[in-house]
T-cell receptor, first 112, second 112 residues
Framework: NAGVTQTPKFQVLKTGQSMTLQCAQD?????MSWYRQDPGMGLRLIHY???????DQGEVPNGYNVSRSTTEDFPLRLLSAAPSQTSVYFC???????????FGSGTRLTVV | DQQVKQNSPSLSVQEGRISILNCDYT??????FLWYKKYPAEGPTFLIS?????DKNEDGRFTVFLNKSAKHLSLHIVPSQPGDSAVYFC???????????FGKGTLLTVNP
């Protein structure tokens, strides 16, 4: 039982490049979310999903796309990376009826 | 506009003493509150939560108090241990929506 697995752990991108941050969970949780953490800013919600085929925007969705084709996976796509997207990204999941999200260990992304 | 505020960026206490971390919120729709703990290079881990129908919830050394009229909650850790040294995030959600809004965090240092 791996919980929430995020890959890669570290990534450096050049401005304008695209990439996908992967998030996989083996707990059969319906709800999955992506957060970014910036110094002095706490965690901010980017996108979330309440089940396969259903996604919605969070607080800071611009520049990111998501899709949810399976219960297990919730990838986050950066279409054209910008230095402002330099951050630590966390994927989080929870089961229905519980507010206690389980977080992955994060992906540290640097855009140069 | 910051809806969840943790006004103390850092707090230092001696081992064995009480640690009190504070959190204020402005959104009256919030009715569920959580505390997360985060070590460096790891994802946040769920610590304790409280619903707005209660004013206190206890779990071992950790107690959360909620004052709805003041829109204030606090986390008490007694006794504090060096292993409690971490960043603590306060989070809140409205009852019908599981999207969490986080504060900016408080770095707790427990000195031996």
């Amino acid at each position: 039982n791996a919980g929430v697995t995020q890959t890669p752990k570290f990534q450096v991108l050049k401005t304008g490049q695209s990439m996908t941050l992967q998030c996989a969970q083996d707990m059969n949780h319906e709800y999955m979310s992506w957060y970014r953490q910036d110094p002095g800013m706490g965690l901010r919600l980017i996108h979330y999903s309440v089940g396969a085929g259903i996604t919605d925007q969070g607080e800071v969705p611009n520049g990111y796309n998501v899709s949810r084709s399976t219960t297990e996976d919730f990838p986050l796509r950066l279409l054209s990376a910008a230095p402002s997207q330099t951050s630590v990204y966390f994927c989080a999941t929870r089961t229905g009826g519980s507010y206690g999200y389980t977080f992955g260990s994060g992906t540290r992304l640097t855009v140069v | 506009d910051q809806q969840v505020k943790q006004n103390s960026p850092s707090l230092s206490v001696q081992e064995g003493r009480i640690s009190i971390l504070n959190c204020d919120y402005t959104n009256s729709m919030f009715d569920y509150f959580l505390w997360y703990k985060k070590y460096p290079a790891e994802g946040p881990t769920f610590l304790i939560s409280i619903s707005s129908i209660k004013d206190k919830n206890e779990d071992g050394r950790f107690t959360v108090f909620l004052n709805k009229s003041a829109k204030h909650l606090s986390l008490h850790i007694v006794p504090s241990q060096p292993g409690d040294s971490a960043v603590y995030f306060c989070a809140a959600a409205p009852g019908s929506n599981y999207k969490l809004t986080f504060g900016k965090g408080t770095l707790l240092t427990v000195n031996p």
